[in-house]
């Protein structure tokens, strides 16, 4: 069962081919299309402005992002205090609210007419409304990132925390150094590559954004490929931009696969070798209990709250029952097939066969490209396509492929169908190659295997997977915009519509209903994790 096979290698080559195909069509047409006085105007005018906010805009996430999750993994890895088993996993929960929902809420809540500013200009503390910063332009967007980005950061510097052996600590100690020493010079630096990795998801997540940018008026590089597409109506041009988004993001993902490899490197193995962690009591527990629930506040509660108060008092939106139709449909459809591509690159990976674990590797590219680079390319491949069909039909074909819901589940996969193959991979790692062998012997097939032993074991991570391209699928806006079908809107393009016409009282029930659509997944999936954590 180890040895190379030619079937687990051709689903890690079609996962391959599923991630590589909208990114290679983006880089063709850049490449053949002439160029347009468009571009040249954009170069003239506000392409600097893009990349400006672009960076504004991640590295203002990546910062904030990390201090607040290294802040918040070490407390819950190395102290005990009240109310840590709830914060190890609630801590995760801001990653099911999209930042655009979050950026609705919080300039909402931050602008000059929001219930921020009102009490106190109203009570005659105008100065304080003065130096009260509202949620809004790259710095904003930034902030904004950074509340519901930093379980990236939270979860990898909490294993990385729980996973330091405590001779090293007691050897520093021993040498006369004091806690601070200790922290400083021997446990950050240690965790230093893991953080690295999460912060690296983090830009690659801020780098891809369309709908916070947009609504809180800080255009990065998403928001002109959009533009170019929409507004010019150049795919051509979309697609050049798209390369200079896709270098960015490239950049973030290969800093992510260089840290995590490092992060590997000197881990301890086993359960003996874990850190104590100190017991706190009194002030100092409640102050930990405080610390730890302010993430969760900015990233979940203040925003959502203030969209609660909108969607209770503001006149209802229309629509959000067949926009969620379509959301789940999509997303379903999605996951599923996602965790089908993600257990065969799983397979082709343990096939021991060298193209079935580079395409496999090859296929974890798809995630970081962003959605819009995904969806531009997509409609190129399907565009053409299209034009091949009609040729051979000899006429224009019946359907408009790139206007199809299978166009838009293609840009989903090629993004997303990465995020399913880690979970499944690891799910597969538990088979070990002695149960293969000993039913084997006992004359079980190669299909019965599969059914009767890796099946129960891996059932639960292809599920964890399914989930979370679930989860990925029902927050994604800029493809969704771009290569959505006629007359079939999402929960994602519909709040954001709403938000674009300055009604956000009617954007905010669905925006609503996206994050408790999410919120039972991320829950279970955030629970799965903690369970995966020494304690």
Same mark, same amino acid.
């Given at each position: 069962?180890?040895?190379?096979r030619?079937g ?11 991630a ?5 069509a ?8 002439p160029w ?7 170069a003239?005018?506000?392409? !600097?402005? *893009?990349?400006? +906010?672009?960076l ?8 904030? !992002?990390?201090?607040?999750g290294?802040t918040?993994?070490?407390m819950?890895?190395? $102290?005990?205090?009240?109310?840590r088993?709830f914060?190890e996993?609630?801590l ?6 999209? #930042?655009?929902?979050?950026? *609705? ?15 106190l ?7 304080l409304t003065?130096?009260?910063p ?6 904003g ?9 930093y379980?990236y ?14 001779a090293l600590?007691? #050897? ?6 004091t806690?601070w020493?200790v922290l ?6 240690l965790?230093r590559?893991?953080v &690295?990795a ?7 997540e801020s780098?891809?954004d ?8 800080a255009?990065t ?7 170019a597409w929409?507004?010019?109506g ?15 993001? *490239?950049?973030?993902?290969? $800093? ?14 086993g ?6 962690r ?6 100092p527990?409640?102050?930990?209990? &405080? ?6 506040a900015?990233g979940?509660? &203040?925003?959502?709250?203030r969209?609660?108060y ?7 939106a229309?629509?959000?029952f067949?926009?969620?139709? +379509?959301s789940?449909g999509?997303a379903?459809i999605?996951a /599923? ?20 674990r580079?395409?496999?590797r090859?296929?974890?590219?798809? @995630?970081a490209?962003?959605?819009a680079?995904?969806?531009?390319? /997509?409609l190129?491949l399907?565009?053409g $396509? ?7 039909w000899?006429?224009q074909?019946? =359907?408009?492929?790139?206007?199809s ?6 840009a @989903?996969?090629s993004?997303?169908a990465a ?8 799910a597969l790692?538990?088979?070990g ?13 190669r299909?019965r ?6 099946w129960p074991?891996?059932?639960?991570g ?6 979370m ?17 006629? +007359?079939?809107?999402?929960? !994602?393009?519909?709040? @954001?519509?709403? !938000?674009a ?7 905010a029930l669905?925006?609503?209903? =996206? ?6 997944? &991320? ?5 799965t994790?903690t369970w995966?954590?020494?304690?």
């Amino acid at each position: 069962m180890t040895g190379a096979r030619p079937g687990p290698a051709l689903f890690g080559g079609l996962a391959a081919l599923v991630a590589a195909g909208p990114i290679l069509a983006v880089a063709w047409l850049a490449l053949t299309a002439p160029w347009s006085d468009y571009l040249v105007h954009l170069a003239t005018t506000r392409l !600097a402005g *893009y990349v400006g +906010n672009t960076l504004i805009v991640t590295v203002t996430a990546m910062a904030l !992002a990390g201090m607040i999750g290294v802040t918040a993994g070490w407390m819950v890895a190395r $102290l005990e205090f009240t109310g840590r088993r709830f914060f190890e996993w609630a801590l995760a929960l801001p990653l099911a609210v999209p #930042a655009y929902v979050a950026a *609705y809420g919080w300039l909402d809540l931050t602008q000059a007419s929001g219930p921020m500013q009102t009490p106190l200009r109203e009570a005659g503390l105008v100065w304080l409304t003065d130096i009260m910063p509202v949620v809004r332009g790259p710095l904003g967007a930034g902030f904004v990132f950074a509340v519901v980005l930093y379980p990236y950061v939270y979860l990898i510097a909490r294993q990385a925390f729980a996973d330091q052996p405590p001779a090293l600590q007691q #050897a520093a100690q021993t040498l006369g150094a004091t806690r601070w020493q200790v922290l400083h010079r021997v446990t950050l630096p240690l965790v230093r590559p893991a953080v &690295m990795a999460g912060l690296a998801l983090v830009a690659m997540e801020s780098i891809a954004d369309f709908g916070a940018v947009a609504h809180l008026g800080a255009p990065t590089l998403t928001v002109g490929v959009v533009r170019a597409w929409a507004g010019a109506g150049s795919v051509a041009d979309a697609a050049r931009l798209a390369v200079l988004l896709a270098f960015f993001a *490239y950049l973030a993902f290969a $800093l992510e696969r260089q840290n995590r490899s490092r992060a590997r490197f000197g881990q301890a193995t086993g359960r003996a070798a874990r850190a104590v962690r100190h017991t706190l009591t009194h002030w100092p527990s409640a102050l930990a209990f &405080m610390v730890c629930a302010l993430p969760i506040a900015f990233g979940l509660l &203040m925003p959502l709250g203030r969209l609660l108060y909108l969607a209770l008092t503001e006149p209802v939106a229309r629509g959000v029952f067949a926009a969620l139709g +379509n959301s789940l449909g999509l997303a379903a459809i999605t996951a /599923a097939i996602a965790a089908a591509l993600g257990l065969g690159a799983a397979y082709a990976i343990r096939s021991g066969s060298a193209f079935g674990r580079l395409s496999a590797r090859l296929a974890s590219l798809g @995630y970081a490209a962003p959605g819009a680079v995904a969806a531009v390319g /997509a409609l190129v491949l399907f565009a053409g $396509l299209q034009q091949a069909l009609d040729t051979v039909w000899g006429g224009q074909f019946p =359907i408009l492929l790139s206007a199809s819901a299978g166009a838009l589940i293609f840009a @989903y996969l090629s993004r997303f169908a990465a995020v399913a193959i880690a979970p499944s991979e690891s799910a597969l790692m538990r088979v070990g190659p002695s149960l293969d062998d000993a039913a084997e012997t006992l004359g079980a097939g190669r299909r019965r295997i599969m059914r009767e032993v890796h099946w129960p074991l891996i059932f639960g991570g292809i599920g964890i997977a399914a989930l979370m391209v679930f989860v990925e699928v029902m927050k994604e806006l800029p493809a969704t915009m771009i290569l959505r079908p006629f +007359n079939t809107d999402t929960l !994602a393009v519909v709040a @954001y519509n709403y !938000a674009a016409d300055e009604r956000l009282g009617q954007a905010a029930l669905p925006s609503l209903v =996206i994050v408790l659509a999410c919120i039972p997944a &991320m829950i279970l999936a955030a629970r799965t994790l903690t369970w995966d954590t020494p304690r």
